[in-house]
Nanobody, 122 residues
Framework: QVQLVESGGGSVQAGASLRLSCTAS????????MGWFRQAPGKEREFVGG????????YYTESVKGRFTISRDNAKNTMYLQMNSLKPEDTAVYYC???????????????WGQGTQVTVSS
């Protein structure tokens, strides 16, 4: 019921920063718990982090804590992923997703964006 579109990916060198955006249309954006996932070549899709409907609660996988920050602007129907101190291990296609039931398992998310590529070179 909600359409999601990611943007902001690119190719950068280690230590650089990127900010990804996820813009939603359709159903009420603020009704959803939003998550960021990533999938590297040959690997399963993994949970990066998530944010509650109010933006008051954020959650991150251990490998990105202190480097990545998730925020959302419900007035703009947009969620952001600020990525600092990028590492080659962060290279992946990044997806935003929405769910009514918070969790880290990608199967719980019914709405997905098309993904945006992030490539980090050493």
């Amino acid at each position: 019921q909600v359409q999601l579109v990611e943007s902001g990916g690119g190719s950068v060198q280690a230590g650089a920063s990127l900010r990804l955006s996820c813009t939603a249309s359709g159903r009420t954006f603020s009704s959803y718990f939003m998550g960021w996932f990533r999938q590297a070549p040959g690997k399963e899709r993994e949970f990066v982090g998530g944010i509650s409907w109010s933006g008051g609660g954020t959650y991150y996988t251990e490998s990105v804590k202190g480097r990545f920050t998730i925020s959302r602007d419900n007035a703009k129907n947009t969620m952001y992923l600020q990525m600092n101190s990028l590492k080659p291990e962060d290279t992946a296609v990044y997806y935003c997703a929405a769910t009514f039931t918070p969790g880290t398992d990608y199967t719980r998310y019914a709405s997905w964006g098309q993904g945006t590529q992030v490539t980090v070179s050493s």
